[in-house]
Structure formats: C-alpha cells, structure tokens
C-alpha cells in the first residue's frame, strides 16, 4: 500500500477506477501478477505475487512512478498529482490471499467507518511495527 503526497484525498471516484485499470493493465505488460488492487481517494491497496526476479522495493517503484505518470499523463486532476514517500508492504499466507482479497474489494465501504490513517496506526499498533509519520 502506498499514499498520496502529503495523504490529501486527491483522486476522485472516476478518476481512481481509470487509474486502478491502468495498474492492471501495466502489471501485465510487466509481467507481475497483480491479483487485485484499489485506489481510495488518498492511498492504494495492492495485493501481488512477487516475481522472483524483482524485489518488492522494485514493483513499488514501478507502480507509483507509472500509475502518478499515467494519472497526470491523462490529466485526471487539475495540477499535479503525486504520490507521498514511501510504501507498506506485508507478505500474505496462502491462507489469507482469499481474506485479504475481499478486504481490498470493499475498500470504498470500509473506509466509511474508520480513516486510511486510523487504521493504519491500528495495525501498526498491533503488529509491533514502527510508525512514522515522514
């Protein structure tokens, strides 16, 4: 997952749905399976299987670097859109693929109860990870 600059809710609706079908479409191109992916208005959730050929730092590079090139490319939004530094990434049992799948189909809905960031400092709570707000 992975934030927009400053985690300003930039995309609009129409604009994330274009956006989260040009990351299908490029993941093939590169040849990363992407099993399902959404775009909020303010971050992306992605669920991949990791090529062996490339590290996770790599696909993230490539995923953020084209889809805010397409965005502004396309010109999606008035003035420049940008994603913010960094990413989260989490490996994923084979158990939990299902699970974690339907969780980020129903992004729109979840994120109606409880913010991107309250969840995040929620999860980074419970899992004993280091939070950082730079």
Do not use: C
């Amino acid at each position: 997952m992975w934030a927009t600059l400053d985690r300003e809710p930039m995309l609009p609706r129409a604009a994330a749905a274009k956006a989260s079908q040009f990351l299908t479409d490029y993941s093939i191109q590169k040849g990363i399976y992407l099993r399902i992916n959404h775009f909020n208005s303010d971050h992306v959730h992605a669920l991949i299987d990791l090529p062996t050929n490339k590290t996770i730092e790599e696909v993230t590079h490539l995923f953020k670097g084209s889809s805010s090139h397409w965005i502004n490319e396309q010109r999606l939004l008035r003035g420049k859109f940008s994603w913010g530094r960094g990413y989260g990434a989490f490996s994923v049992s084979h158990s939990d693929i299902d699970r974690v799948s339907a969780y980020i189909a129903v992004q729109e809905e979840h994120h109606r109860k409880r913010t991107f960031d309250e969840e995040y400092k929620l999860f980074v709570e419970k899992y004993g990870l280091e939070w950082r707000d730079d």
